[in-house]
């Protein structure tokens, strides 16, 4: 995809008629109660859609042929009629979005609803809140920083290497960048005893009074207190400091920082490490908010177009390009309707009581089927979780029983035998498990660092929290194949495999796998 095809810096903006529409629009969902960044909108060909589609909606990315790919899949798609973009936005202060120019006026009215309902979700949603509002250039820079790099170093050294971070780009801490963990290493009287030990003294125990328990009645102390388990105490903390500790400490799961922080990486390997680590955590919150944010957005857009932006005759073209956008395939979830279907519900059950201690225990089922509490605090809910929330607390604190039932809900699977799928359950709890399993950790395994020295050669150990499913091997031979090349040392990695512990391991030429003895 050659850049000089799509370049934004020159774009004129929206023609008049779409000026005045984008106005009106913005206003109506002002005073729907909708908060956002400026809105920035931009008129793009079909070929261009698919090159930002591509880019993950941005003007300019690095280069690699991932990004190709990708643009020849989604323009063959929408050639062949299999598909169409009809808007894309992006998490910027203020927000750029693209409209496609061969869009129905009635189209470009609904995509400017459903694309404010959007920027209301990227501002106010916690989980965006600590994300780059100017990654537009961030994303500029980085495409230059590789460039160089690629000028320096040559263009399939660099490639190469960019394949192996991105085959890992999901092993980061998608909550590292708004949590900050006390290690214990940061005790300051550790440190001291440490640093003292290692310039050659004899080191000082702290105070006696540190190590008491605290007592609310002072002639309480030598009975809490007595001298003899206060030294031991000590002393127990002085053997502690001294021995040597496992790095890290306790089981860290941004893998890529870790080796970002410890890997003998070149500079130039650091920086494009760094530069795909930086982008991975950006993207984490829109695909931990997928079912929301679309949701969201498709809740705002019908609201407003049905009740205040589509005229008597658009109504009907807007019904049917609406309904091709929550439409339910038979083979995988929509998250446009489970996410808007959600919100609907919650509206509804706070506008009308169906919630809390009372509506849940009562066991007369027409008395519940007809509750009514005049309480009228649906949007205020709704606004109060698209706040809060991302998918995984979304589903398990508003996903109910009586919503499965009522929109056909089923668990299903893959029958080995008549090689295909079928339902396995339609209880509720079943197909709830299943539905959360698939949110958690976005589906992917769940992988931490355990080991930064392991048995003391420098080989890099991880621990798989087995949740039910078994990795695949063959994925997780090219992983580990990855990872080596990264750390430069052997990788290895602990998991369950048909219910027995073992540990799969590369040393960048061999793959094996063997059992982990009982501890």
Known sequence: MPDEMFDIRYRKGLPDELRRMQDHVEAIAKDAGLDFFPVVFEMVEPEEMSMLAAYGGFPTRYPHWRFGMEFEQLQKSYVYGLSKIYEMVINTDPCYAYLMNCNALVDQKLVMAHVYGHCDFFKNNMWFGHTNRKMLDAMANHATRIRRIIDRFGTERVEEFIDCCLSVENLIDVHGAAIRRQRDDEDPIRAAIRARHAEGGDP????????????????????????????????????????????????????????????????????????????ALY??????????????????????????????????????????????????????????????????????????????????????RNWFVDERGGLAKVFEVRRIYNDLQFVDAFLTEDFCREHGFFAYGYDKKAKQYVIESRQFAEVKAKLLDQLTNFGQPIIDVIDGNHDNRGELLLGHTHTGSDLQLDWAETTLQNLTRLWKRPVALETSIDGKRVRLRHDGAEFSQAPVAEA
Not at 254 to 273: R, S, T
Not at 289 to 304: P, Q, R, S, V
Not at 325 to 330: D, F, H, K
């Open 204 to 279: 000082e125990l702290p105070d006696a009074n540190h190590f008491k328990a605290d007592v609310d009645r002072s002639y309480l102390d030598e009975y809490v207190n007595p001298p003899d388990k206060v030294m031991a105490r000590r002393e127990r903390a002085l053997q502690e400091s001294l021995e040597p500790k496992k790095h890290p400490e306790h089981p860290e799961r941004d893998v890529l920082g870790f080796i970002l922080a410890n890997a003998p990486l070149h500079g130039w390997e650091a920086d494009i490490l760094s530069i795909v680590r930086e982008e």
């Open 283 to 368: 993207f984490a919150p829109q695909g931990q908010t997928k079912i929301m944010n679309e949701g969201w957005a498709t809740f705002w857009h019908t609201k407003l177009m049905t009740e205040k932006l589509a005229s008597a005759e658009e109504i009907v073209d807007y019904a049917d390009h609406h309904s091709g956008t929550v439409a339910q395939s038979p083979y995988r979830l929509n998250p446009y309707k489970l996410g808007v279907e959600l919100f609907r519900d919650l509206e509804a059950r706070w506008d009308t009581g169906r919630h809390g201690p009372e509506f849940e225990a009562c066991d007369d089922m027409e008395r519940k």
